[in-house]
């Protein structure tokens, strides 16, 4: 019987097997585990509190599940993006956001002190709870690019792969499903955080609305503050 070598999650390295219902159970099995490490990568990205959190939580309660859930959509995207890039290990685009990183901290500092000045501006309306209409295309392209315009985020998914065991080199296919799996994770933590504040959204009236868009205000132009300060900090 013919000897195949396949790669083996469980010791990181290739190893023979013997037939072909054996290659096809390890290969579902090396999915299921990229998928898998890959989910808990984006889930570490994605969870800890940040501008893109406070402006889903704040979409989610003045328009609606679906505004919520796009810019939760452009928010993954831009983590599988960085996430393919340390993933693939592409060097010279980490060289470029590592040396571009005060351009890119300034612009995006900026940025968010601009939305923030108008979310704290914003009239306050109460949360129409019958409709849920909108430009969901700017909802995903806004938080595309706040998510982009924070460069540490990459060498963020490359400490996590390394943490994981993933880092280092292997087939394009199975960065693939790394990549697959960080999506997946990313997107999971922001469903899950639209339908827990879309559940509390009829006790919101337009007084309770006023107070949340200073607050979102507030809070995504103090990190706005707050990455600008960094970038002048490291200086180029």
């Known amino acids: 019987m013919q000897q195949v070598w396949i790669f083996s999650p469980v010791s990181g390295g290739w190893a023979p097997t013997c037939d072909n219902q054996s290659m ?3 290969g579902s ?10 989910l808990m990568a984006g889930l570490a990205i994605a969870v800890p509190v940040g501008p893109v959190n406070v402006l889903c939580a704040s979409r989610t309660l003045s328009k609606g599940r679906l505004s919520g859930l796009m810019s939760g959509f452009g928010a993954a995207t831009a983590d599988a993006l960085y996430g393919a890039i340390a993933g693939f290990s592409i060097t010279f685009l980490i060289e470029f956001l590592q040396r571009e990183e005060f351009w890119i901290r300034v612009f995006g500092g900026i940025l968010l002190v601009g939305i923030g000045v108008m979310y704290f501006r914003k009239p306050a309306q109460a949360p129409n709870l019958k409709s849920e209409d909108g430009p969901a295309h700017s909802d995903f392209s806004s938080t595309l690019l706040l ?3 924070n460069p540490t985020t990459i060498l963020s998914f490359v400490a996590v792969l390394a943490g994981l065991g993933m880092g280092g080199q292997r087939a394009w296919w199975l960065t693939f499903l790394l990549v697959g799996g960080i999506f997946l994770g990313s ?5 899950i955080l639209v339908l827990l504040v879309n ?14 868009n200073q607050i979102a205000g507030i809070a995504i132009g103090g990190f706005g503050v707050v990455t ?8 180029r």
């Not at 997107?187 to 469903?191: E, H, I, R």
């Not at 600008?228 to 200086?235: A, N, V």
């Open 199 to 212: 559940r509390f959204r009829h006790s919101f009236d337009q007084k309770a609305m006023r107070w949340m």
């Open 147 to 149: 998510t982009l315009t």
């Open 29 to 38: 099995l090396i999915g299921l585990w990229l998928l898998s490490k890959g």
């Open 24 to 26: 096809s159970m390890e």
């Open 187 to 191: 997107m999971l933590w922001w469903v």
């Open 228 to 235: 600008f300060l960094i970038g002048i900090k490291h200086g």
